[in-house]
Nanobody
Framework: QVQLVESGGGLVQPGGSLRLSCAAS????????MGWYRQAAGKQRVLVAR???????NYADSVKGRFTISRDNAKNSVDLQMNSLKPEDTAVYYC??????????WGQGTQVTVSS
């Protein structure tokens, strides 16, 4: 069983930055992919950014050039650096990991609110 604990959410003004971190209870090298999703009020959960075990990344078009996903093997964590935040980035952000033969694991979510 994998446990994921997110941190780093909060309230930030438009144009500001936040860094989300997701700590895993097991060695992240065992994961095929790690990522961040978000769910705004009344909307479906959508992919924000994803990084594979080989280091490949992909981003939602809405965050390209502003968000950066990275993994820290020493800390067993995956981080999401969010810059130039916009009000439309407001959502609950969820950490996700995927292990082949096991499927998806999710964190509990962390709220990000972008507002002046």
């Amino acid at each position: 069983q994998v446990q994921l604990v997110e941190s780093g959410g909060g309230l930030v003004q438009p144009g500001g930055s936040l860094r989300l971190s997701c700590a895993a209870s097991v060695i992240i090298n065992t994961f095929n992919a790690m990522g961040w999703y978000r769910q705004a009020a009344g909307k479906q959960r959508v992919l924000v950014a994803r990084i594979t075990s080989g280091g490949g990344t992909n981003y939602a078009d809405s965050v390209k050039g502003r968000f950066t996903i990275s993994r820290d093997n020493a800390k067993n964590s995956v981080d999401l650096q969010m810059n130039s935040l916009k009000p439309e980035d407001t959502a609950v952000y969820y950490c996700n990991v995927y292990k082949i033969w096991e499927g998806d694991y999710w964190g509990q979510g962390t709220q990000v609110t972008v507002s002046s």
